[in-house]
């Protein structure tokens, strides 16, 4: 579909749900016409304002894209929490409307309307509000210890630090990537993964907002896969420029490492959908693999999407660490996730692979955060004694 059509669709669905919340919410409002002018002039605004914000990277120059895009993205995340409300408080209404259909005059509708009106404006203004104050702090350390089957005694104990899905763009500049680092560095793992969606932008736009990568440092490296934003974003550029940065890309590569004398296998593929921009860039875990050692056990897959663990957990890797879904951000995402990916979040298995899904280290959309928050996530390798005493 050509990129102008496609907006096009968006802005049109846009203007019908700013319609549906106006006649539902907006005539049981108290106040009379003053209060519903200053609704009716609040959802034009919003309305005209959540496009451009969506659109805020496109314009070249920072000191007009930034405001356009903190402006616009803060109203669609009011705006998305406000048509859910709406939605659940015609639920409501519905159902007391069938209690006064049996027992007539029980409940006063019109008083009803009136209060659960001003009830979702305010409710969609907190959490709004909360959502904002979670996305925009840094991230949490998570703590995860993964059991591995004949995990080597050497590697036991060995510690990845992954991060995912910062989206470094018009609402997360250099000072929110700084921070992120500054607790990563300061775990000391043993290795470093990053697992795609950095940015939302070009190298020209966002490199000295991505340069604290750059300070990244791990006993055994840094490694990086491409997301889905990279491609959307030039990923052949930005593949050269994390490599300028000193981060190693895996491009359905591998890495053999050696630690304390144990060796593993760290393995990276392209995002699930790279094929779609770049043919080239076809993920492909068996590829990732090629010519890697048979002896070595411990196979660790970075992988953006998660729906990549049939074919990872095919190709013989022990562990798949992947993010993309953020969790869901907010509330009623989370419960979508699930028809696009295998998981939503936190430690699962996919046949004898277990797989991580990371809730994100930054956000995307609207500075907002709702049950999943962000995380800087350490996963520690134990060995898995009830399995090999079995």
């Known amino acids: 579909m050509p990129r102008r059509s496609l907006i096009f669709r968006i802005i049109c669905i846009g203007i019908l749900l700013h319609l549906y919340v106006g006649l539902r919410l907006i005539p049981d409002l108290p106040g009379g016409s003053f209060s519903h002018g200053l609704a009716v002039a609040w959802l034009a605004f919003s309305c005209a304002l959540i496009p451009v914000g969506m659109l805020a990277r496109s314009i070249e120059q920072q000191r007009l894209s930034a405001p356009f895009a903190w402006i616009g993205l803060l ?101 929110y990537v700084d921070a992120i680092v500054t607790a990563v560095n300061a775990l000391q793992p043993d290795l470093i993964a990053i697992t795609g969606d950095v940015i939302d932008g070009s190298v020209p736009q966002l490199a000295r907002h991505t340069a604290p990568l750059g300070r990244l440092h791990a006993r055994h490296g840094v490694y990086l896969v491409t997301g889905n934003h990279e491609y959307y974003s030039g990923a052949n550029a930005w593949i050269a420029e994390f490599r300028r940065l000193g981060l190693t890309v895996l491009l359905n590569q591998h890495v053999v490492i050696t630690h304390d004398g144990a060796q593993a296998i760290i393995a990276g593929v392209n995002d699930y959908s790279a094929g779609r921009f770049d043919p080239a860039h076809q993920s492909d875990p068996v590829a990732a693999l090629a010519h890697a050692p048979q002896d070595i056990t411990l196979k660790i897959l970075l992988a953006h999407q998660p729906r990549s663990a049939a074919a990872a957990a095919k190709a013989g890797f022990t562990l798949q660490l992947s993010g993309h879904t953020h969790g869901g951000q907010f509330f009623p995402w989370n419960y979508f996730v699930r028809l696009q990916q295998p998981f939503t979040a936190g430690l699962a298995r996919w046949d004898a692979l277990w797989v991580y899904t990371s809730r994100g280290t930054g956000y995307w959309g609207p500075p907002k955060r709702l049950g999943a928050p962000s995380e800087i996530t350490r996963i520690t390798l134990v060995l898995d004694s009830a399995h090999d005493a079995a």
């Open 75 to 175: 109203a669609m995340g009011f705006f998305s929490s406000l048509l859910i409300l709406t939605a659940l408080r015609d639920l409501v209404l519905l159902a007391l409307g069938a209690v006064n259909l049996v027992w007539p005059h029980t409940l006063d509708l019109a008083s009803w309307r009136s209060r659960s009106a001003t009830l979702v404006l305010g409710l969609a203004g907190l959490v709004t509000a909360l959502g904002f104050v979670n996305a925009r702090r840094r991230a949490r350390v998570v703590d995860v210890k993964v059991p591995i089957a004949h995990l080597p005694p050497a590697l036991n104990g060995f510690t990845l630090v992954q991060i995912s899905d910062i989206h470094v763009g018009p609402t997360i500049k250099r000072g």
